[in-house]
């Protein structure tokens, strides 16, 4: 039931752009996206609930394709401060709504 | 409002003992939930509760984990007879109802089993 999430790890130099993706085997009814930094707990990005819904927050936004079960995270223009560990985190359809996060992507921003 | 609290931030006990943590959530928030993290890992689901009822509690989870909310206020995990493979972050978040928010993670209580 766990997402997985591709790729594992991406080392970008500033202003370059990344897409970091996150696939289920289940039918899903919302995706989280969550940025952790090191010793530090997950901080809330976004939640997306409808199939085709994009969203942005910043320089960063993700969609939501309902069909295939998968949502992507656009990081563009990338910042040192973007810098950290990306987590999806899925809620299955029909569940009693708790949130199963994947493994995670680490993203390292250089200058 | 500080956001989520979580008590104590670092434990250490030796194998055998019980162990208790304690979370105080976002006073607005009646979703308070448990997971535990491991180095290089993604958070893994313990249970969650609304108000002071536990809704769901993860099927990993052994009889030596038990969590309550009385009152639908702060929250407490206890591990009993704890092993070496408990050692991890614990991490408490908390949220609005339904399925439409996203969580406010506490900074954790990290626990060392030696």
Redo the contacts between chains.
């Keep these: 039931q766990?997402p997985v999430q591709s790729p594992q790890a991406v080392i970008l130099r500033e202003g370059e752009d990344a897409v970091i993706n996150c696939s289920s085997s289940k039918a899903l009814?919302?995706v989280?996206w969550?940025r952790q930094k090191h010793g530090?707990?997950?901080?809330?990005?976004?939640?997306l609930?409808k199939g085709g819904e994009q969203k942005g927050h910043e320089k960063i936004s993700a969609s939501f394709n309902e069909k295939k079960q998968q949502s992507s995270l656009y990081l563009t223009a990338s910042q040192l401060s973007y810098s950290g560990t990306y987590?999806c985190?899925t809620?299955l359809r029909g569940s009693?709504?708790?949130?199963?996060?994947?493994?995670?992507t680490k993203l390292s921003v250089k200058p | 409002d500080t956001g989520?609290s979580q008590n104590p931030r670092h434990k250490i006990t030796k194998r055998g003992q019980n162990v208790t943590f304690r979370c105080d959530p976002i006073s607005e928030h009646n979703r308070l939930?448990w997971?535990r993290q491991t180095l290089?890992?993604?958070?893994?689901?313990l249970t969650?509760f609304q108000n002071e009822a536990q809704?769901?509690k993860s099927r990993l989870l052994s009889d030596r984990f038990s969590a309550e909310r009385p009152k639908g206020s702060f929250s407490t995990l206890e591990i009993q007879r704890t092993e070496q493979g408990d050692s991890a972050m614990y991490?408490c978040a908390s949220s609005f109802p339904g399925?439409?928010?996203?969580?406010?993670?506490?900074?954790?209580t990290r626990l060392t089993v030696v």
């Design positions: 766990q009814y919302s989280h969550y530090e707990a997950p901080v809330f990005l976004m939640i609930l987590f985190g809620v009693q709504g708790n949130l199963i996060f994947g493994k995670g | 989520v939930y997971y290089g890992q993604g958070p893994e689901f969650y809704l769901e991490l399925q439409t928010f996203g969580y406010t993670f506490g900074s954790g």
